[in-house]
């Protein structure tokens, strides 16, 4: 099993925060786009409907807007989760180092030998 150690987990965090970030900007992009294709859509529902198409067509062409907008509305939602998740990976980032940051210097200032081999109960706050 792998050593766990606090400078280890905050990269990791921030590495998560970021991946998290990156793939809630790219679900975002693509929400966007999906509305633009809602808008468009709309449009040509109604530039049929100026050109006297049946209105059945036209009513199903309005529907597909209708639920590409809701689509786009729930992917825009599925984004902002991401996001916020992706502010939860930084608080947790800040906290670890507010609350270990002091530890981990003492411990990298310590010129005792075998310091980094203490037990890690030694380390527990009273």
Do not use: P
């Not at 150690?5 to 990269?11: F, S």
């Not at 689509?71 to 939860?88: F, H, V």
């Not at 608080?91 to 010129?111: K, L, N, P, Y």
């Amino acid at each position: 099993m792998a050593e766990l150690t606090n400078k280890g987990l905050q990269a990791a965090v921030a590495r998560l925060e970021k991946k998290i970030t990156r793939n809630a900007d790219y679900i975002a992009a693509d929400a966007k786009r999906i509305d633009e294709e809602a808008r468009d859509t709309t449009r040509v529902a109604g530039q049929i409907a100026a050109k006297n198409v049946d209105s059945y067509t036209v009513a199903e062409t309005h529907e597909l807007a209708k639920i590409t907008f809701g689509l786009s509305e729930g992917i825009t939602a599925y984004a902002s989760s991401g996001y916020d998740t992706a502010k939860s990976a930084k608080a947790a980032g800040d906290q670890a180092r507010a609350s270990h940051d002091g530890i981990q210097q003492a411990v990298d200032r310590s010129t005792v030998a075998g310091i980094h081999n203490v037990h890690a109960d030694w380390f527990e706050q009273q």
